[in-house]
Every structure is written in structure tokens, then in C-alpha cells.
């Protein structure tokens, strides 16, 4: 009996080098690997959350801009039709690719699908003092006069889309063409 034991205790001294903490061990660390795994599922959740709270957000800002640019556009081009009766102006989009687009076709489906907010980069001014359309001009290319009406025309587009409780001007007829100071102090 003695040798069975000397023989079972020789053995087992084999087996020293194992890590008797291994099952303790393991279950800690699967326990670590559940809950982390639970972490993971967690923040996969609130990361898509966010991401479709930046998309609405990016959807509701795009529609407001649209909203307001088409507004705007609407109340110059009637302004300004005001102001200068022969006349015709309207606004327009820039895009980063130098693309001019109008009300139309911002709010179009087809040109919303492929623009973004962030390739806009500016608003643009179209005008035609004689009212044909293949005549219309870039700022740059008006005349100081023309510029303070088309100007004029924008500010009061404005005031009507988002009223303020007043303006105070100062000599805002001083480059104004003739013509046009009756129309501007009419409004």
C-alpha cells in the first residue's frame, strides 16, 4: 500500500507545473469577457443612435436652409421686381464645384439627392435690368447703382421672411440711380 502511495505521489509530482488556478481563472476572466462583450453591444448601440441623430439632424438642417433660401428667393424676386418693374433677379445656390442652382432646383428630388449642405458654399445673385434672361449679370459686373437696389432688394426679401422691429439706414439713395429712389422710398 505504502508503494501504491509513493507511486501515486510521484506521479502527481509530475504534474507540479500545472496552475492550480486555472478554473478560478477561467471563470473570472470569461465572466470579464461577458460583461465586456455586453459593453460592446452597448456602445454598438448608442454609436448607432448617434449616427442616425446626426443624419435627421443633417436632414432637418438642409430642409431649413431649403426652406429659407427658397423663401428668400421668392420675396427678392418679387422685391426686386418691385423696385425695377422691367427687371427680373433671383437668387441661387453655389456649390463648391462652381455650379449656380436656384430655388427649383435645390428643392427639386432628383437635386436633393445628390447635394449635401456641406458642398454649398455661398449664395449667388442673378440680374436682369432689362428682364431678359439671357442678359443676366453677376454682381461684379453691375454698376454702383445697381448694386445698392439689388442690395436694397435682398435686405427688404429678408425683413419679410424674418421681420425685424426696424432698420435705420443711412443714405441708402446716395448711389442709387434716379430712376429707382422712387421705388425704394415707396417701400
Known amino acids: 500500500l505504502q508503494r501504491d502511495l509513493d507511486r501515486a505521489i510521484i506521479e502527481l509530482k509530475k504534474y507540479a507545473h500545472v ?8 471563470l473570472q476572466f470569461s465572466d470579464e469577457r461577458d460583461k465586456l462583450t455586453n459593453r460592446k453591444a452597448e ?3 448608442a454609436h448607432r443612435h448617434i449616427v442616425d441623430l446626426i443624419e435627421s439632424l443633417d436632414n432637418k438642417r438642409f430642409e431649413t436652409i431649403q426652406f429659407t433660401f427658397k423663401q428668400v428667393s421668392l ?45 454649398f458654399t455661398g449664395v449667388g445673385i ?13 454682381m461684379q459686373q453691375l454698376s454702383g447703382g445697381q448694386k445698392s437696389l439689388v442690395a ?4 427688404f426679401a429678408i425683413q ?8 435705420l439706414f443711412d443714405e441708402i439713395d446716395q448711389a442709387l440711380d434716379p430712376q429707382y429712389r422712387n421705388a425704394v422710398a415707396e417701400m
Open 19 to 26: 496552475n492550480k488556478k486555472a478554473l478560478d481563472q477561467f
Open 43 to 45: 456602445i454598438d448601440e
Open 75 to 119: 420675396y427678392f424676386t418679387e422685391v426686386f421686381k418691385r423696385l425695377a418693374p422691367e427687371g427680373t433677379a433671383h437668387l441661387v445656390i453655389k456649390k463648391g464645384d462652381n455650379e449656380d442652382y436656384d430655388s427649383e432646383q435645390v428643392s427639386s428630388q432628383s437635386s436633393t439627392q445628390q447635394m449635401s449642405v456641406d458642398e
Open 126 to 138: 442673378k440680374v436682369s435690368f432689362t428682364g431678359r434672361t439671357n442678359e443676366m449679370r453677376d
Open 152 to 155: 436694397l432688394a435682398l435686405i
Open 160 to 167: 419679410k421672411c424674418d421681420p425685424a422691429p426696424f432698420y
